[in-house]
Structure formats: structure tokens, C-alpha cells
Nanobody, 123 residues
């Protein structure tokens, strides 16, 4: 069993930056691919970014490519999402998720989820 806890959300002005963290407990993340997803009010949860278990390969949604960076520190059992040049449309609850080995953009393929952290970008 893997427990995931996100932190680092908050209120930021457009153009600003935030770094989200996802800390895992219960099991090492070293064999898990990790993903970040977000859900805005009234919208479905959507894929943001993912990273392989080794950290060697990443994937991003087109809407965040070039602005967001996903990374991981396996010894610390933590995954990060650095978000730069934030826009009001990035406002959402951001959640991290884990699945064994391979990355996926499909939320249905992730086994473990955190509770989420709110990110609000003001214009």
C-alpha cells in the first residue's frame, strides 16, 4: 500500500511559480511511475505530467509543456511538480498518483492517489 500526500499549493498571481511536492509512505516509490493530474471546478480530472520510475522519461500535457517540470527524488520518496508562468486557467486541485513501472496519461491506470492540493492563480 502506498500513501501519497501533496503539499505546496496556494494562491499566486498570474506569471508566478509554485512547486508542488508529493511525499509517499508505506512503500518505496522506486518501482512506480508517477503522475500529476488536476481538476478544475466543473471539469473532469485531466492529465498534467508523468515520470518513469527511474526519472529518465517524462511526459506533459500540451497545455503545460514548457512551463511545468516533473521530477522525482527516489531516496526521499518524493515527486515534484515545478510550475512556472502560471495562468488563471491552471487553477485546479492538483493530485499525484502512482502506478507500477510504466507511465500513463490515463487516470484509470493509476493505483494510488493523494488527496490533492489547491492551486489558485489570480489574474
Amino acid at each position: 500500500q502506498v500513501q501519497l500526500v501533496e503539499s505546496g499549493g496556494g494562491l499566486v498571481q498570474a506569471g508566478g511559480s509554485l512547486r508542488l511536492s508529493c511525499a509517499a509512505s508505506g512503500r518505496s516509490l522506486s518501482n512506480y511511475a508517477m503522475g500529476w493530474f488536476r481538476q478544475a471546478p466543473g471539469k473532469e480530472r485531466e492529465f498534467v505530467a508523468s515520470i518513469t520510475w527511474s526519472g529518465g522519461t517524462t511526459n506533459y500535457a500540451d497545455s503545460v509543456k514548457g512551463r511545468f517540470t516533473i521530477s522525482r527524488d527516489n531516496p526521499k520518496n518524493t515527486v515534484y511538480l515545478q510550475m512556472n508562468s502560471l495562468k488563471p486557467e491552471d487553477t485546479a486541485v492538483y493530485s499525484c498518483a502512482a502506478r507500477p513501472f510504466r507511465m500513463s496519461v490515463s487516470l484509470n491506470e493509476y493505483n494510488y492517489w493523494g488527496q490533492g492540493t489547491q492551486v489558485t492563480v489570480s489574474s
